[in-house]
Structures are given as C-alpha cells and as structure tokens.
C-alpha cells in the first residue's frame, strides 16, 4: 500500500520534506521545518477563516457535508429525532453512550433540580432595558454566573464539571424565559418539576393565571425535536468560541458565554431570525424574483441558505420541514411558508444556487415553527442556545481532557504592516 506520507518539495533550495499522513491531516508544525536559511522562520499554512484547518479530534459528531450525514456519537439525526428525547440526546452528547433507563432517570432527575436560579441572578435579568435583547441578556447573565460559582474554576475535577454541566444544561431554559418575560413586563413562572424539559420551557414562557399549564403534546414534542436537531454540530463558529476560551482553562460559564456571543451573529444563530425578517420584507411570492435577482447581484444573501459543509443538503432542514407539517396541523398555518416554500422551490432549480451549492439550512424552516409556536423572533437564537449548551459543554469537557494535544490556543498572523521606524516629535508630524 502506497506511503500514508506527502512529500513537499521546496523549489526555493531544491530540498525535498516528507511529512506524514494521518487521519486525512498533515500536522500543520512541520511546516516550519521547510526554511530556505538558518534564519528563516519557516513555512506556516494560511487558512484565515479556519475553511480547511482541524483544530481537534473529536468523537463526538460526525458531518458528511457532500452526502448529507449528521450523527451524534454514531447514531443518525434522523432516528434520535424519531425516537429520542432532547434531554436522553444531551445526555448522549456527553457521555457518548445512550443512557441505561435507570441513569436517564437520574438525569433528569439531576436537570430537573437544578432548574431553579439564585434569586440575585434573577434581578440581574431584571435589571436589563426593558427592549434589551435576549440573546444580550443571555450572554451576559451566564457570563455572570461563573461569579455565582466561583468553584467552578476547578475545571480538572470530573464531579466539579458534572455539577456546573448539570447547572448549565438545566438553567438555561429558565434564564431564557425570565429574560423573554422580563422584555414583556410579565412576572417570572418558576419552574414546574412536575413537567418534561421542553414542556417546563413551555410553561415558564407562556404560563398565565392558570393554576397548571397545560402544554399541547404534539407542540412540546416539536420543539423537542428542534433542541434535539440543535444540540451539536462539530466545529461551528460558536462551538470554536467555546473550545478557544476554554483552552485558557477558564470556568465553563465564561467559556460558554463566549459561545452565546458567536451565536448571536447573523450568520449563525441569528439566521433563523433573519430568514423570518427576510420572509416578511418579500411580502408576497410576486416578489420573490425580485429578491432572486438581488442575491445573483450579490447585493443580498438569501438567509437560511448555504452552509460551509453542507453542499448537497441540511439533513436537519428535511426532519424541520416535515416537522413543520406537524405543527401547521395544530395551530393556525403560517401565511410565509407559502412564501419559503416558493422560495426554495424556485432556488432549487436555479442555476446560480446549484453552482453556488445554496441549499436550505437548519435555519431556514424553523424560525417559521418557531414563530407559529408563537415565540418572539427575537428568542429564535436563545432557543439555539438553549439546545447547543450540551453541545458546547460535551465539546468543552472534550478539550479539557485531550492534555495531550490541546493547548491554550494562540494562532499565527501574517504581518504586513508598516516596518520599524523611530517615534517622531508631535510637532514634527
Ligand atoms: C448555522 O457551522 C455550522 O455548523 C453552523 C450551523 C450549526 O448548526 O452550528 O449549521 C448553524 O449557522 C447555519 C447557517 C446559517 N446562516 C445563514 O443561513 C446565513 C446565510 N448563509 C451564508 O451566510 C453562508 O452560506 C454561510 C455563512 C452559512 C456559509 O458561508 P461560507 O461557507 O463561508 O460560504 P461563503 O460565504 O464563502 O460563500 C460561498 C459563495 C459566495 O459566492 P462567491 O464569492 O463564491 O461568488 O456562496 C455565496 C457567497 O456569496 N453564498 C451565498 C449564500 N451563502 C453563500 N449567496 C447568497 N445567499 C447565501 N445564503
């Protein structure tokens, strides 16, 4: 069998480098070897934007981008959506192994008594604008936590992170309801342990005067399904975010903060709110084209489309967009699917978005469940949040432990600004 090896060629000195081939990867420091003097620093690789760089080695989830494949720990999205349940898949995501029935009975046990926040944390969201934004509000307030928990800096002891883990998984519903009922001027709902994860979610955003809130089956298991699709996706932008700051060994409050932020963007999890506002601004399908002709011109981006692995399709867009038939079923049909729907139709034969490999994303359908499941668009990103914490913490607690090969992160540049030259007198300037 042919050598697992490259060899590289220097045309500067004629020297020649074999560098060795493992796992797809080539191990980047070598390159450094390759120098045409004693002096010289020797070659590094220039990926700005991380397109083509492993960063780690990683068990956790698995990406074919050309043939559409999402697994987590090796099983397929499509049958953790069908069979699963969004805590047993964090619980997945974590500790690589579906869970027996009794520890899944202890875990959510475990999440279902850590729900509740310390009551300062509380008026810590409170004191937030009344229009501030809830993903501000979200990133901000665990950021604050790592100062509830100063403990949680021992990062290196394995029962210290399962308890920050537990906390993390289990409070962040609850943070992103008070925050949604602190921007309405509507009192906080506690949490209801005698409800399912997602249903409690449910209650703490919606519940009333009721003595009991009573969510709909089919509603609570949708969303369900939408934080199992969302629970991990490998390297993304903001898992990256995690896996950078934790590698200074900080507190995984801090570092997950960090991933909120990344989050945010609206390129990333800001997308399904932007495919909604993009939604609204067609209006009406006579107007697609027009949209159509913007994007070809480069003046737009067709939100909830292209995606940096995918380039075929979103396995999680076809499980959403049947997922959307579901909830369509129980509550009042949303007047901009007819508007996706010919959007998608008309960009799939479109020879621009087929050369471009455009195709629907996770994001493009669910701000549209979302929206009918009656959230604020606002709180379309914190509900990504919400689902991507296991996500973040399993690929966290991953980074911790690799000693061997993960160190602080601190990336090379290429320096092409202004050579040394002497500090000059104000008035001689
Ligand atoms: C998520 O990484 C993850 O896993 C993320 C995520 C997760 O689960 O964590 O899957 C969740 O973030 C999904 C993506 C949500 N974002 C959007 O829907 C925003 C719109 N999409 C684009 O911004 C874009 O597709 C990205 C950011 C998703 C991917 O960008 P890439 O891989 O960097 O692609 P690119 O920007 O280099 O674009 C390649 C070409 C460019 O044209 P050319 O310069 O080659 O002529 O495709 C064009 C782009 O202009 N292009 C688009 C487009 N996306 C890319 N043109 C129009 N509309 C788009 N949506």
Known sequence: MAEESLTVRDNRTGKEYVLPI???????????DIKTGPDDFGLMC???????????KSRITYIDGDKGILEYRGYPIEQLAEKSTYLEVA???????????EQLKQWIHDITHHTIIHENIKRFIGSFHHDAHPMGILCGTVGAMSTFYPSA????????????????IAKMPTIAAFAYRHSVGMPVVYPDNDLSYTANFLSMMNKMTELKYQPDPVLV????????????HEQNCSTSAVRVVGSSRVDPYSALAAGIAALYGPLHGGAN????????????????PALIRKVKAKEALLMGFGHRVYKNFDPRAKIIKVLADQVFDRVPRNPLLDIALELE???????????HKLYPNVDFYSGLIYQSLRFPVDMFPVLFAIARTSGW???????????KEQRIARPRQVYLGAKRREYVAIEKR
């Open 221 to 232: 298991r949708a969303l369900d399904v939408l934080f199992i699709l969302h629970a991990d």
């Open 153 to 168: 800096k021992n990062i290196e002891d394995s029962e210290c992170r399962a308890l920050q883990i537990r906390r993390l």
């Open 393 to 403: 913490l399993a690929q966290w607690e991953e980074m911790i432990l690799d000693e």
């Open 46 to 56: 220039y990926d700005p934007a991380l397109n083509n760089t492993a960063v780690c």
């Open 91 to 101: 619980y997945l995501v974590l500790h690589g192994e579906l869970p027996t029935s």
């Open 273 to 288: 709110e932007a495919v909604l506002r993009m939604l609204q601004e067609i209006g009406s399908k006579d107007k697609i």
């Open 22 to 32: 493992t796992n797809g990867t080539v191990p980047a420091p070598k390159f450094r």
């Open 345 to 355: 139709r008309i960009a799939l034969q479109d020879d621009y978005f087929i050369q």
